[in-house]
């Protein structure tokens, strides 16, 4: 595939729309998204040959690698992301009113991408990819802690910022 356009664009079709979320994720903005999964597909199709094929779902696993990892090399090279340790914040945590039966999607996913970035890149690879603190701060290279202050810090943006858009709350 390395060299053969058709099964490139077949792959980049594929996985793009996919990619495409992933990295808005991390990114919040269209254009340093689409700069991103430039990187990105320029890597995976420079390294095709290093994936591992490990059953059903290797590709997709190894893509979204790549793309997280070009998210997160994006953002430290531009110095967007500014971690701050507040062990404090581990231990207390903001809980939602109960009882909630629907969350309104579309206003979760403006929450985060409002979210400060620090706080929105440690929540996305932990509450949605899945890694662990230790993980996150290999990653990232911040201590444990500082990964979960932030999540701790994104889930109490998180949140704070729904409590105000329910309507039985309006922000009281």
Same mark, same amino acid.
């Given at each position: 595939?390395?060299?053969?356009?058709?099964?490139? &664009? /077949? !792959?980049?079709?594929? =996985?793009?729309?996919?990619?495409? &979320?992933?990295?808005?994720?991390? !990114?919040?903005?269209?254009?340093?998204?689409?700069?991103? @999964? /430039?990187?990105?597909?320029?890597? *995976?199709?420079?390294? *095709?040959?290093? @994936?591992? =094929?490990?059953?059903?779902? /290797? !590709? !997709?696993?190894?893509?979204?690698t790549i793309v997280i990892h070009e998210a997160l090399r994006f953002l430290e090279n531009k110095k967007q992301v500014i971690f701050q340790e507040d062990e404090s914040l581990l231990m207390k945590s903001a809980a939602l009113p109960a009882p909630i039966d629907v969350l309104d999607l579309e206003e979760v996913a403006r929450v985060l991408d409002d979210m400060p970035k620090g706080y929105r890149t440690v929540f996305n690879l932990f509450a949605i990819e899945g890694y662990s603190h230790k993980e996150i701060a290999d990653m990232l290279q911040i201590s444990e802690n500082t990964s979960k202050s932030q999540l701790s810090k994104a889930r109490n943006y998180m949140i704070q910022k729904l409590k105000n858009t329910m309507p039985c709350h309006n922000g009281k």
């Open positions: 595939m390395k060299k053969d356009p058709v099964a490139q &664009r /077949s !792959l980049f079709d594929k =996985y793009y729309l996919r990619t495409y &979320r992933i990295a808005m994720r991390y !990114l919040g903005n269209h254009h340093d998204t689409e700069d991103v @999964l /430039s990187m990105a597909y320029t890597r *995976i199709f420079r390294r *095709i040959q290093q @994936l591992e =094929y490990r059953g059903e779902g /290797s !590709l !997709l696993k190894w893509v979204t």
